[in-house]
């Protein structure tokens, strides 16, 4: 199990730290008595701060944050977690704190659903194979958020 973090990524390197320390205590005050964070706790302990990109509410035009986007997927995606918004920077959002199970990131233990070729479909019954060998859906959404992002 590993807590992940989105942050902005303008925002300095040991801000990037306090950030997600200020999620991750959210998080223990919502979530503390979970089995999972209690099991990350005891035993994990590993943080990943991953760059978040940008971060601004809606503007006249309806323009965003990448950081408002994320956390509108995993509020859609019915995960678990925190964020915080930084009252020294307008309140903008500055972390958004989540827990993955290995079947998220452990892509030697868990591969990918291998990509499909240009003459090959897959069929429900492959693709819902994949998604349980992962531990469900949400943990399949996770994996799909984290592909790609870069650390902070």
């Not at 701060?49 to 994320?70: C, F, K, P, S, Y």
Request: with cysteine; net charge negative.
């Amino acid at each position: 199990m590993r807590m992940y973090f989105f942050v902005p990524y303008n925002i300095s390197e040991i801000q990037k730290g306090i950030q997600a320390g200020h999620a991750s205590l959210e998080y223990a005050r919502l979530f503390g008595d979970t089995p999972e964070f209690k099991y990350f706790v005891q035993s994990q302990k590993t943080w990943v701060i991953l760059n978040g990109g940008t971060t601004m509410d809606a503007d006249v035009r309806g323009n965003r944050g990448t950081m408002q986007e994320i956390e509108e997927m995993l509020w859609g995606g019915g995960i678990p977690y925190t964020s915080f918004n930084e009252p020294d920077l307008n309140n903008a959002l500055t972390a958004l704190c989540f827990l993955a199970p290995e079947q998220v990131y452990d892509r030697e233990i868990y591969p990918d659903l291998p990509p499909c070729g240009e003459n090959e479909k897959y069929g429900f019954e492959a693709i819902e194979a994949w998604v349980e060998s992962v531990g469900g859906r949400k943990n399949a959404f996770l994996r799909e958020l984290i592909t790609g992002k870069h650390l902070a």
